[in-house]
């Protein structure tokens, strides 16, 4: 294999690769399963049960209902995310040395919205039942066309929707016991090309649009020490998505840059909470939660074709959040909250993944429009960190990198939810 037919199926193995990184990035996991879970940072979002919603985290929270309920919402995500100070660099073959460009900053945040919708219903005082769809994992970010590193950059649009089934049980006061079936469908779009490194038509180096179905499950308890003081513990186990559809990949080791024949696997990362909730008087109530994400199960990406595209060294992630609500009157009810969200990248990082630690800043209310149907709004404001990011492209045979490129990377955020809600 000549050099520049390694050169290209390298070039195209990282930009692969940056695309799911970006979809799968622990920045870019969504917590946007309710509006009142983003007023408050999503504290205590394991056992608080003020509506449907809690039945996304711990589906024995279900159990806490004493009549129907219905909860329809939509998050807003508009993200600011910036790669600032670009410096790429090119090896010259001829000298030996590298041209080097200035590319200046680049914006490629958007904004992504994403609906809710949750039922609950009792059938006596030991069962309860519950139907959702919300989403955990999505994405969008976009680099303009005439970015001279685009095949680092590119189109990634990723959404994913969640379908559950749960079923909860009271086991007595203080226990009760809860779990479900997730149906997880998703789907992606990802572009990476070069005009000047590939030699397909309009210098496509990948060319993807594929969606596909997974199954997963998650198990909840409940624990009331009494009606003011409550604990909940959940866990979800999350599948490896096998997604096919219209495939190009210029670097296949089969020679057919085809590949719409195989199908791309992404594993999804686990997730455990805990919760707590304490009503310290009539109008006052703190809540917390810890939440684990497995994204070290995320250890390659790969095809049923048999191409390994990359492996990774990527760690869990963690949050940590604290809130408190204000039961100001019968018609207003306020939350705050705040939350410390762990980054998944250790020691890789890529312009295209801004991953970094994070602080959500969150409030929100709650308007009670008489005794069985509420508006709920929440707004967060999520910062994040500058990261230094740097990275190289190495081919067989060339002892330095061929190409490589530095920048500072930084992603913001606002997210804004309204959601309403009715008890039968």
């Known amino acids: 294999m000549n050099k520049k037919r390694l050169f290209t199926k390298s070039l195209v193995a990282v ?21 009142t879970g983003l007023g408050r940072a999503f504290a205590g979002d394991a056992v608080i049960a ?41 090896l010259n073959p001829s000298s030996g040395g590298y041209n080097e460009f200035g590319l200046g900053n680049q914006s490629v945040g958007d904004v992504s919205y994403v609906p809710n919708i949750y039922y609950i ?20 970010t976009e680099f303009s066309d005439d970015f001279a590193a685009n095949e680092f950059g590119g189109l990634t649009d990723v959404k994913s929707i969640n379908f559950a089934l749960s ?34 038509p309009g210098g496509a180096l990948v060319d993807v649009d594929a969606d596909g179905v997974g199954f997963g499950f998650n198990l909840g308890t409940v624990y009331e020490l009494n009606e003011n003081h409550r604990f909940g513990l959940s866990y979800r186990y999350s599948p490896e998505l096998e997604v ?12 057919n840059p085809d590949i719409s024949g195989d199908k791309l696997k992404i594993a999804l990362p686990d997730m455990a909470e805990f919760s707590g909730y304490h009503r310290l008087n009539q109008q006052f109530a703190v809540h917390y939660s810890v939440q684990w994400i497995g994204w070290s199960a995320f250890e390659d990406l790969n095809t049923t074709g048999g191409d390994v595209l990359n492996t990774y060294e990527w760690q869990d992630g963690w949050h940590y959040a604290i809130g408190g609500t204000y039961y100001l009157n019968s018609d207003w009810t306020l939350r705050a909250g705040y939350m410390y969200d762990t ?17 959500w800043f969150s409030g929100g209310f709650t308007y009670h429009i008489d005794s069985k149907s509420n508006i709920d709004f929440g707004v967060t404001y999520l910062v994040g960190k500058d990261v230094q990011a740097s990275e190289g492209l190495m081919v067989d045979g060339v002892p330095v990198p061929v190409t490589s490129v530095t920048a500072t990377t930084r992603a913001n955020a606002w997210l804004y939810g309204i959601q309403y809600s009715r008890s039968f």
Do not use: C
Request: hydrophobic content about 35%; overall charge negative; aromatic content about 8%.
């Open 121 to 140: 219903h009792p059938i006596n005082d030991q069962w309860a039942i519950g139907a959702g769809i919300y989403s955990n994992f999505g994405t969008k």
């Open 244 to 255: 096919d559809g219209d495939m190009f990949y210029a670097g296949a080791k089969s020679g």
């Open 343 to 359: 980054s998944a990248q250790d020691k890789k990082t890529s312009i295209s993944v801004p991953d970094s630690d994070r602080n």
């Open 15 to 35: 930009a692969i690769t940056m695309a799911s990184q970006q979809a799968m990035a622990a920045g870019f996991q969504l917590n946007s399963q309710s509006a």
């Open 50 to 90: 003020d509506n449907a919603s809690v039945m996304s985290r711990n589906a024995a929270a279900m159990a806490l209902f004493d009549s129907p309920e219905l909860s329809l919402g939509l998050n807003v995500i508009d993200t600011d995310i910036d790669v600032k100070n670009v410096n790429y660099k090119v």
């Open 167 to 200: 079923a909860s049980y009271r086991i007595n006061e203080q226990w009760s016991v809860g779990g479900g079936l997730d149906i997880i469908y998703g789907s992606g779009e990802l572009k990476r090309s070069n005009s000047n490194l590939s030699p397909a």
